[in-house]
């Protein structure tokens, strides 16, 4: 399981620390399979009768079935795992629909995900006090860009082609909470021939 090595000083961002339980009348985890050890160490802690409480939604990388093999193991009341970050969160946003007030979302794995399931929790009114993240995994970040607003996931170079749009981006440091992204905007708007090296900085 890699450490977080996401920068501190982006303000912006959602608060990375370590996945703990908390009082709650329900317990919902989001995880992919870098954060899936961090959903297994910390439901393993946890007393057999409260797994009624417990909800987990997992995304696998392709073909990966040991995780989710010690997931189901854990008992949890609910377990479902989606190929796409996509399809979970939108599993999330109909298991949180229901959610009563006391509830508690625990999200652990690369950015991408974790922004989304911010975002999501936020949508359906928990409290950021209900939520917490955990980053495991690729520094690789999600970015908008923002003449398009085409949505790039799993960008890992200083600047992003655009599939869209084909514009050259400058990922910016700017987060938004409610798009869970960066965001890109043109880098060489002044002179597009200009030629900029792509470096590979956010792995």
């Given at each position: 399981m890699s450490e977080s090595l996401i920068e501190e000083s982006i303000i912006s961002r959602?608060?990375?620390?370590?996945?703990?339980?908390?009082?709650?009348?329900?317990?919902?985890?989001?995880?992919?399979a870098s954060g899936a050890e961090c959903v297994i160490r910390?439901?393993?802690?946890?007393?057999r009768d409260m797994m009624e409480k417990v909800h987990i939604?997992?995304?696998?990388?392709?073909?990966?079935?040991?995780l989710i093999t010690s997931l189901?193991?854990?008992?949890?009341n609910r377990f479902e795992h989606f190929p796409t970050i996509d399809d979970a969160v939108a599993?999330?946003?109909?298991?949180?629909?229901?959610?009563?007030?006391g509830s508690q979302l625990y999200l652990a794995g690369t950015e991408g995900l974790v922004g989304q399931g911010v975002a999501k929790?936020?949508?359906?009114?928990l409290d950021h006090t209900a939520v917490q993240c955990e980053h495991r995994g690729s520094l690789a970040r999600r970015v908008q860009c923002v003449h398009c607003k085409t949505m790039i996931e799993d960008v890992t170079?200083?600047?992003?082609?655009?599939?869209?749009?084909?514009?050259?981006?400058?990922?910016?440091?700017?987060?938004?909470?409610?798009?869970?992204?960066?965001?890109?905007?043109?880098?060489?708007?002044?002179?597009p021939s200009e030629e900029i090296e792509i470096k590979e900085v956010f792995k």
């Open positions: 959602p608060t990375y620390g370590a996945l703990k339980i908390v009082p709650g009348l329900a317990h919902y985890f989001l995880a992919d910390v439901v393993q802690e946890l007393p939604l997992y995304v696998p990388t392709p073909g990966e079935t040991a189901y193991a854990l008992g949890a599993k999330l946003g109909e298991w949180l629909s229901d959610a009563k007030m929790g936020e949508a359906c009114g170079t200083q600047p992003v082609k655009c599939p869209s749009c084909d514009l050259l981006l400058l990922v910016r440091d700017h987060y938004s909470r409610r798009l869970a992204a960066f965001q890109g905007g043109c880098i060489n708007a002044e002179d």
